[in-house]
């Protein structure tokens, strides 16, 4: 389904800020995976959905997506195959178009816009549909300009609008970051449902080790721009956030010590 190889990223290359955000990552990632990634600050967790995506040109390497080499692809043309949330629930929506609006847009990824209407009466019926599900009451307000809606709100509204259209693979950039305990829990829970109601292939971003042993049936831990653990199904479910934090230290070399200020 996605096969990386070699992927390297170096950014500010030559100067005195030079960062090798990417290492060589090798990644396999079969159809219907649900993959959490883990890693600290600047292990490149980031970086690699940018590079999936196209938002980053690659220092060399390979992108495979459904046996097709797409490393050189540029973003817009990789979007027809992939959707993104990303942490700050401005960035996935238009404020000043309305809920339908924003819901006809993502309606059409991968087709020509043209000059039709942009919302038909086929369509409303459609999108109030899929808005109950979200359970907050969005269906009644499909004329209210996105701007006014919540952060929480709006996240679950680009979740949906992220797989409205089934993507090849969905890109979930810390989407639960910036919202509120009850909110992000929330916004959890319509995320797996819509990756098991459509069987969707995703990567999520995360830095809370208890989501990410909890969601999805694989797991992956960067750091230096490596991948420094891979584990799947049953080893991940018996896995607990202890063996995560020592399986970190064992490779940064330093002496593991149970705190539970740590644990998240």
């Not at 940018?50 to 050189?72: F, K, M, P, W």
């Not at 809606?149 to 969905?170: D, E, F, H, N, V």
């Amino acid at each position: 389904m996605i096969e990386v190889n070699n992927l390297v990223k170096t950014f500010h290359r030559g100067s005195v800020n030079e960062v090798l955000a990417l290492a060589g990552i090798n990644l396999q990632v079969g159809r219907g995976d649900f993959i959490t990634v883990i890693g600290s600050n600047g292990a490149g967790k980031s970086t690699l959905l940018n590079c999936l995506a196209g938002s980053y040109a690659i220092d060399s390497g390979h992108i495979g997506i459904d046996e097709q080499d797409v490393t050189r692809w540029p973003e817009h043309r990789r979007a027809t195959l992939i959707s993104r949330v990303f942490q700050d629930p401005l960035l996935g929506t238009c404020a000043s178009l309305s809920i339908e609006q924003n819901l006809a847009l993502a309606n059409r990824r991968g087709r020509r816009h043209g000059l039709g209407k942009g919302v038909r009466r086929s369509d409303r019926e459609l999108f109030r549909n899929q808005l109950a599900q979200l359970g907050l009451g969005l269906e009644e307000r499909l004329k209210d300009q996105v701007g006014l809606l919540s952060g929480g709100q709006r996240q679950a509204l680009t979740l949906l609008m992220a797989t409205l259209i089934k993507p090849k693979i969905l890109l979930l950039d810390e989407h639960t970051a910036a919202l509120d305990p009850k909110t992000a829990l929330q916004v959890l829970e319509l995320t797996e449902k819509l990756i098991a109601e459509q069987q969707l292939t995703a990567l999520m971003v995360t830095h809370n080790m208890r989501q990410a042993l909890q969601l999805g049936n694989r797991l992956i831990m960067l750091h230096g721009g490596r991948v420094i653990l891979d584990v799947r199904e049953e080893e991940k479910a018996a896995m607990s956030v202890e063996d995560l934090l020592e399986q970190f230290y064992k490779v940064r070399g330093e002496e593991f010590v149970s705190d539970r200020m740590l644990l998240v």
